[in-house]
């Protein structure tokens, strides 16, 4: 699409007629009156014709001129089609408990009692799938942290890496303290000022390992904007086989240390979830989707190209070719009377 950025300045186009009208007229010359005998010799006055054709094509080179220097003043430019603009959002980590006791099957997915990892990585994958924009980590933790995905948008693989984890991978402990601070560290070298910083942390126990109290490891988040989110997962009660036969109900989730959960997430700005089902596991994670929106797709961005260098360049080599003959043909008025005497005389 073709525009002009500054349309007003066409309303300089009358200008010279304005300045022609408006100024006063130059005094003429009066020409001396000459006696001839005949009118034969005028008949060489017809070559001004040549000269009156020089005189309006030199005009109209001019009047092309002034229009280009018009145009070029009003900036043309060529605006592009629009192009998709990458989307900011924020770096989330995702920090997910692979101990032992994450192997307790008191989850539903699907029709089927499952454990509670295989419940987690259906529901945080549609997660990652909706936060597009968003640059995505993953950290597994344990009895040790590991960064399993580093910030990325690439979100397939942050869910193909969350898929192939197991329960054990990092050993059979919960080091909750080392995995928040494994998430500080890597935003931390991500120096991005003024971006926001999120963890979701999801466990199902206590910090029974590392080499930090998760307390601790929660100030040092603090300082840096981190907020976090923390979930605790497992059922309140489950039904299980007695070792004297028959049945008796046992709360799976007495290991889970929701006190430190809740403070966490209080001192950096977050909230604490629990999740006792697989529906509550999904709520949690739209819940997530509204405290922490997805960033709205920017307005389109269309490449505009200046081109008003070609008619300002047009109107400069007119200029020049004006200038070039004016040099060339030595033409004045004066030239005009010079040239009709010279023929009379020869006549």
Known sequence: ???LAWPWMLLMLPLPLLVRWLLP?????????????????????????????LLNWRLWLAVIAWLLLVLASARPEHIGDELEVPVSGRNLMLAVDLSGSMDAKDFE????????????KAVASDFIGRREGDRIGLILFGERAYLQVPLTLDRETVKILLLEAFIGLAGEKTA???????????????????EDHVLVLLTDGANTAGEVDPIKASELAAQIGLRIYTIGIGAEQMVVSSIIGGM?????????????????????????????????LQEIYRLLDEIEPVAEPEAGFRPVKTL????????????????????????????LLEFVKGRMHAG
């Open 1 to 3: 699409m073709w525009s």
């Open 25 to 53: 007229a130059a005094s003429g010359t009066t020409d001396a009156g000459l006696k001839v005998p005949s009118l034969s010799g005028f008949a060489v006055l017809a070559d001004r014709s040549e000269v009156e054709l």
């Open 109 to 120: 997915l699907g029709g089927r009692r499952v454990d509670r990892l295989t419940a987690t």
């Open 176 to 194: 909750i303290g080392d995995a928040i601070t494994l998430a500080v560290k890597r935003i931390y070298e991500q120096d991005a000022a003024g």
């Open 248 to 280: 008796r109900r046992v709360n799976p989730s007495a290991d889970l240390d929701e006190e430190t959960l809740t403070k966490i997430a209080q001192q950096t700005g977050g909230r604490y979830f629990r999740a006792v089902d697989t529906a509550g």
């Open 308 to 335: 008003f260098y070609w008619p300002l360049g047009g109107a400069f080599g007119l200029v020049l070719l004006l200038s070039f003959f004016n040099l060339l043909t030595g033409f004045k008025p004066a030239r």
